[in-house]
């Protein structure tokens, strides 16, 4: 029976280790996770069959023949979905915490949450995930203070303004650290200084777009209030907008082949200079992540395997994410290559520490803004380091100890 139980389980772990060490599909992915859910099983089935065997005594010859022992049944085959065959009983699986993560729009950068989700990185790490698309960032921080969100991605700038209103939000890791959007015009508009006194078309007042026109005006040394700060809503038409001149420029995470295509120009690559900006976070309300930061730790390690694999399997990465972007007003329909080129995994910050540097310049800017709200805002009330520098003591970047662009 040892031999028995040692043949089974190196036949199911071999495959297991086969499959899980390369994910290279969603269906490998879904394939692993049955696998090891079927291992799992056989596991606790020849376990309990070699009991049974081990406490079997030798009978005399002359005592009465003993009862037929019932052969252990086979457990339930599963499908590729790790579902159990009609009539078998579902395997038992580990426990697994839930957790409802929202995001403030579908894009490529925010995508690397279902990526991590399909190829099965969350059940590794004991998450059963949940992952909401919202309206914007004020959306997001609005339901995690109202405790219908454990956790977001979303700007620091979003943050700020949630704490100004009397939220506790805080910051635990920063995955892209500059502002990943780029302003696009039409083709009259040549400079920056050429959009003093226009128009510039925004979802709302305090988003990453407005911020991005904010950052512009500052980098050219012009002032913003020079400019005029149109709110479109989240779901306003921008490039309508742009190309029929009621605006003249816009801020946009779509790659530049797209508005270069339809007569416009890219006025300021702004991802390039990588000035820093805290663009894309993980947040949380404070007590949340005290009193849940064991599950917070496994959440940051499931996401930084996503963000690896993002990187290292492209074609992989862009097939998983295909479903849910599509009908997104954040990209560019038809471009996956471009949007992975202009705005892929290379704008990730790896390991990702929240930029101290980022918060503090974005916490300047809300200060000139003549905000008095804002005088008493620190970084290191915003910015919580502890789960990140746990996984480097861990080892867990494996030697990426300093923070950089780019995986």
Known sequence: ?????????????????????????????QIMKAERRKARWLLLTLAFGSMSCGSETIPDKASTPPVPIE???????????GDASPGGAPPAEAATTPIRL????????????????????????????????????RAVTSN???????????AAS??????????????????????????????????PEDLVGKAVGVPVLGSPQDWAFRLLMYQSGLDYQDLVVRSLGNEGDFLGELERGDIS??????????????????LADIPKPKHAFPFINLIADRTWLLEQRSTALALTRAICDGMRYYADHREESLEILKPHLAGSKAIAPGMPE????????????????????????LISRFRQRDDL????????????FGIVSQLKREGYFQGDEDEQDGI
Not at 251 to 260: D, G, K, L, Q
Request: charged fraction near 20%; include cysteine.
């Open 1 to 29: 029976m040892e031999d028995l139980i040692v043949c089974a389980l190196g036949t199911y772990l071999s495959r297991v280790a086969r499959i899980g060490a390369h994910p290279c599909t969603l269906k490998g992915a």
């Open 71 to 81: 052969p252990v049944k086979a457990p339930p085959e599963l499908s590729p979905d």
């Open 102 to 137: 929202g995001l403030p729009i579908a894009s490529y950068l925010h995508g690397v949450v279902w990526i991590t989700d399909e190829v099965g990185y969350f059940d590794e790490h004991g998450i059963d995930i949940s992952i909401q698309v919202l309206r914007g960032d």
């Open 144 to 154: 995690i203070t109202e405790g219908e969100l454990d956790v977001a991605l979303c």
């Open 158 to 191: 979003g943050v700020i303004n949630a704490n100004l209103a009397g939220g506790d939000l805080v910051i635990f890791a920063g995955l892209v650290n500059r502002l990943a959007l780029r302003v696009f015009s039409m083709k009259n508009i040549e400079t």
């Open 249 to 266: 420029a816009l801020a946009s995470a779509r790659p530049p082949e797209f508005i270069e295509g339809r007569g416009g120009r890219v």
């Open 338 to 361: 471009e949007h992975y080129a202009a705005g892929g995994p290379h704008l990730f910050t790896y390991p990702p520490d929240p930029s101290r540097k980022a918060i503090q310049w």
């Open 373 to 384: 709200s804002a005088e008493n805002l620190s970084a290191e009330d915003l910015l919580e």
